[in-house]
C-alpha cells in the first residue's frame, strides 16, 4: 500500500482546532476582480463574501438540478436579512457571534409580525421554548432550517449560526426542486418564496443586480505569475472542487483514495485528491516529481522556514502546517501558495479541492521549487 500524503490531517483538526477560513474559488481568469477587491467595493466582510461564494460553488452537489446560483443572489438576501452579520463578529471558521437574532414572533406586531409563530425547535437556535424567532444571517425560521439547513463548512454540523452552513441553507431554499435561478421569472419566485412580498422581492433583486456587476469575487492569479509558478497554479485551480478522498490522487489527475484516515473516513469510494495528491499532480505539469507524503515533501526544493512567515512565499511555493513546526518530522498538511496570504487545498474528508487563506495554526514555513 503506497503512504498516505496527509495521514495526520484529521487528527491534527482535532488536536489542534485549526480555525480554517472556507473559500471556493472559480477557475483561474484575468477577468475575475480579487476576493479583497470586490469585498471592499461591495461593502460586504470578506469572511461573508467567502461564505456566499463557497455555497454557490457547492449548490450543485446539494441541487444538482439547480442552476443559474450565484454568490450575488446570496449576497442581495443576506443584505437584506441581516446587512452581512453586520455588527457581528465572523469567526474564521464561519461561526457568528453573538447570534443575529429577530424578534419574538408571538404576534404582538414587533418586526411587522402579527400571527404567532409557535415553538419548533424547543429553543435549540432561538433561546425561546414558547415562540419562534428568525435565526442567523439568512433569518431562518427554526422549521425551515430544519428542512434546508446544510453543513456547508464540513465541521459536521447544521448551524443557522455559521456563515457558511447558513449561506449554503439559503442556496438550497432556493433552488427549490431545481430551479434555474439565470431566468428572472424564476428568481423572483424563488425570492419571493423567501418573504412573501414583492417590495422584498424587488428590493433583493436591486442588491443582486448591483453586485452581480461586480465579477464572480473569484481568486485570481496576479498577471504577473509567470511560466512554472503559473502553470502550477492553473493545474490546482483547475481542480477546485473535486472531493477530498483519503489518499486520492496522482500526477496524472485525481484517483480513487484508500481507508482510512484516523476518523475512520475511508477514501476507496471517491475519486478525487488528498493534500499531496493535489501538489503532486499540480507540479507533475511541470515535469517536477514530488514524494508522495506531505512531510518528505518539505525536502524538495529551497526550504523556507516557518521564521521567515507566510510574506517571505511567493506564487507557486509549497506551503506546510505540523504539529510542531520547528520538526518537519511532525508535517501533516501541504498547499500551494496563491499570493496574498493565499493557498489552494484538499483540506479534510468530507471537503473539496479549494482556496483559502494560509492557516496560522501549526504553520511551518514553505519550499521553493520553481
Not at 464540513?154 to 447558513?166: E, F, K, L, Q, V
Not at 414583492?198 to 485570481?220: C, H, K
Not at 481507508?259 to 499540480?282: E, H, K, Q, V
Not at 529551497?302 to 513546526?325: C, K, M, T, W
Amino acid at each position: 500500500m503506497r503512504k498516505l500524503g496527509c495521514l495526520a490531517a484529521l487528527a491534527a483538526l482535532v488536536a489542534c482546532a485549526l480555525a480554517v477560513m472556507v473559500l471556493f474559488a472559480a477557475r483561474s481568469s484575468s477577468k475575475a476582480p480579487a476576493l479583497g477587491q470586490v469585498a471592499a467595493v461591495a461593502g460586504i466582510p470578506a469572511r461573508m463574501l467567502a461564505a456566499y461564494q463557497a455555497a454557490a460553488a457547492g449548490i450543485a452537489r446539494e441541487s444538482p438540478r439547480c442552476t443559474g446560483m450565484t454568490w450575488a443572489v446570496l449576497a442581495g438576501i443576506a443584505k437584506i436579512e441581516s446587512d452581512h452579520a453586520a455588527g457581528h463578529t465572523v469567526a474564521a471558521n464561519g461561526d457568528i457571534t453573538p447570534p443575529i437574532l429577530g424578534p419574538v414572533l408571538n404576534g404582538s406586531g414587533a418586526g411587522g409580525n402579527t400571527t404567532a409563530v409557535a415553538d419548533s425547535d424547543h429553543g435549540q437556535w432561538d433561546g425561546d421554548a414558547s415562540y419562534d424567532r428568525a435565526v442567523g444571517p439568512f433569518q431562518f425560521l427554526p422549521s425551515t432550517w430544519q428542512s434546508s439547513g446544510r453543513d456547508g463548512n464540513g465541521d459536521g454540523r447544521r448551524d443557522p449560526h455559521n456563515a457558511d452552513d447558513a449561506a449554503l441553507g439559503a442556496a438550497v431554499y432556493l433552488c427549490g426542486d431545481g430551479r434555474n435561478l439565470a431566468d428572472r421569472n424564476q428568481l423572483r419566485s424563488a425570492v419571493y418564496q423567501y418573504n412573501h412580498s414583492q417590495a422584498y422581492v424587488d428590493e433583493v433583486l436591486s442588491w443582486v443586480d448591483r453586485y452581480a456587476q461586480l465579477g464572480t469575487g473569484g481568486i485570481t492569479v496576479g498577471g504577473s505569475v509567470r511560466g512554472g509558478a503559473r502553470t502550477v497554479l492553473d493545474a490546482a485551480l483547475h481542480k477546485t472542487g473535486v472531493p477530498y478522498s483519503w489518499g486520492g490522487g496522482d500526477a496524472s489527475g485525481p484517483t480513487r483514495g484508500v481507508c482510512c484516515s484516523p476518523g475512520g473516513s475511508s477514501g476507496a469510494g471517491i475519486t478525487g485528491f488528498d493534500c499531496s495528491g493535489l501538489t503532486t499532480y499540480a507540479f507533475a505539469q511541470v515535469g517536477i516529481g514530488l514524494p508522495r507524503t506531505a512531510s518528505a515533501q518539505a525536502a524538495a526544493g529551497h526550504r523556507i522556514p516557518a521564521s521567515a512567515g507566510v510574506e517571505a512565499l511567493q506564487p507557486g511555493d509549497l506551503v506546510f502546517f505540523a504539529y510542531n513546526p520547528a520538526s518537519d518530522a511532525t508535517i501533516h498538511h501541504v498547499g500551494i501558495y496563491l499570493g496574498g496570504g493565499q493557498m489552494v487545498n484538499a483540506p479534510r474528508p468530507g471537503t473539496v479541492v479549494r482556496t483559502e487563506q494560509v492557516w496560522q495554526s501549526g504553520f511551518a514555513g514553505g519550499a521553493r521549487l520553481l
